[in-house]
């Protein structure tokens, strides 16, 4: 078992590293809490003095190389760090591993990781918080955009870096000639480079939907396909009404008989259309209607199973035109295939004659960067590009709090990042990071 602290710890010898690290960090660009004006933002502020004076100019622009190999030896010098908390690292794990020394960085961080989750090691814990996403006024479409910083297991990701993000649609149908399903949105960050596309969610079988006959479209002998009807007392069936049709033909109709049931739907996982992987996050929407007295009855749409903390939405008061509800489903690293399964329920005493109607069941894999998932579900207007593109925008945030942390998430080897177990109150605190 690797020491972690006291003297010759590893996390002891990593503090002065990462001291160091953070040092030079603070000399180069000032971008750690409570340092000193770093060289990018001295030599912002000597171009908006200069720049006005052809001669001071002159000056400037002479002095810019200066600037240039300044950088460059503190990068230098950062990644001989870098290097060096590689090899501690090292040194440590393979107190267990024989193959330390050929693994990769990233692997060898992914290694101390689950040697800190076994013997109940943690860093000093980084607060990352997430905004509500916020769709434009000028938004011709009624899609639907969600977003998620914590993981699997529901533990917030404390990769997740303080930013402003913005997600619109770059390609439609309309202005584009894109099909419906092929629509494309782009996200980008302030802090990032480069930017992220994907595709929304649609029940069409497209980008990846893992349910079988999601839009209710198919149908044999009266019978929903794929789906297994889990009721005697209610009529289940796929109609062409308006109430219940976003997409394609038809949708799906419970139509109640008066009596208090659980009226329900279903299909195993076992039986999707295509497998879902293990340890993988999802994202389900579904476009949902109905006309029932609110109380009387309550609509429940997710994932459940013998094993499975179930991943469901519910309501009491039913929308009165067809509204896309979404929800996550995190899929463990193990679970049970053959009980697991999606679920479209209708519960309670509803009145005879009353309704429930759904359409555009679309699960499916959100895009992810940086610790965030988004995921997009078309409405029943379409995404518009035009002149003035549809857009959502939404910010987070990183309290930088834990320095260990925040290395091993933001300044680390690009490739080998990664979030260590944390705590409130560490047992591998921030105090080890001393000069």
């Given at each position: ?122 860093v000093d814990r980084n607060s990352v918080t997430m905004s509500s996403i916020s769709a434009a006024a000028s ?297």
């Amino acid at each position: 078992m690797a020491t972690y602290t006291g003297s010759g710890g590893m996390f002891t010898v990593l503090g002065k590293y990462v001291s160091w690290f953070f040092q030079l960090e603070a000399i180069n660009s000032a971008t750690t809490p409570g340092t000193s004006k770093g060289l990018d933002r001295i030599q912002a502020e000597l171009y908006s003095v200069m720049k006005a004076s052809t001669a001071l100019r002159a000056i400037y622009d002479s002095d810019s190389p200066n600037f240039r190999n300044q950088r460059a030896q503190i990068t230098a010098n950062q990644q001989r760090i870098r290097a060096r908390i590689n090899s501690v690292i090292r040194s440590h794990v393979s107190d267990e591993i024989s193959a330390a020394a050929n693994l990769s960085a990233a692997d060898l961080l992914a290694e101390l990781k689950r040697q800190m989750q076994r013997d109940s090691e943690a860093v000093d814990r980084n607060s990352v918080t997430m905004s509500s996403i916020s769709a434009a006024a000028s938004n011709v479409s009624d899609a639907v955009v969600i977003s998620r910083i914590t993981d699997i297991s529901g533990t917030t990701n404390e990769m997740v870096q303080a930013d402003h993000h913005t997600i619109k649609v770059l390609r439609d149908s309309k202005t584009d000639g894109a099909t419906e399903g092929s629509e494309t949105l782009e996200w980008r960050s302030e802090t990032a480079d480069s930017a992220v596309t994907f595709r929304p969610l649609y029940e069409l079988g497209t980008n990846g939907n893992r349910i079988t006959n999601g839009d209710f479209e198919s149908t044999s002998s009266g019978a929903i396909v794929g789906w297994t009807k889990v009721s005697t007392t209610a009529s289940i069936t796929a109609v062409s009404t308006t109430d219940a049709v976003v997409f394609g033909s038809t949708g799906l109709q419970f139509s109640a008989t008066g009596s208090a049931a659980s009226y329900r739907i279903e299909q195993y996982f076992s039986a999707l259309a295509t497998s879902l992987k293990p340890g993988t996050l999802y994202a389900l929407g579904l476009m949902v209607k109905g006309d029932w007295t609110t109380g009387n009855a309550t609509a429940t749409v997710g994932i459940v199973g013998t094993g499975y903390s179930s991943s469901v939405i519910q309501f009491s008061t039913p929308p009165a035109s067809l509204t896309r509800k979404t929800l996550w489903i995190p899929l463990p690293n193990t679970y049970p295939e053959d009980d697991l399964r999606l679920v479209i329920r209708w519960s309670g005493s509803p009145a005879a004659g009353a309704h429930l109607w759904g359409d555009g069941g679309a699960p499916g894999e959100p895009a992810e960067k940086d610790g965030v998932a988004v995921a997009a579900f078309p409405g029943a207007t379409r995404l518009n590009r035009g002149s003035d593109p549809d857009r959502w925008d939404f910010t987070t945030t990183n309290d930088g709090g834990g320095i260990f942390q925040s290395y091993f998430t933001r300044y680390h080897t690009p490739g080998a990042r990664i979030a260590l177990p944390s705590s409130t109150s560490g047992s591998c605190p921030d105090t080890l990071v001393t000069s």
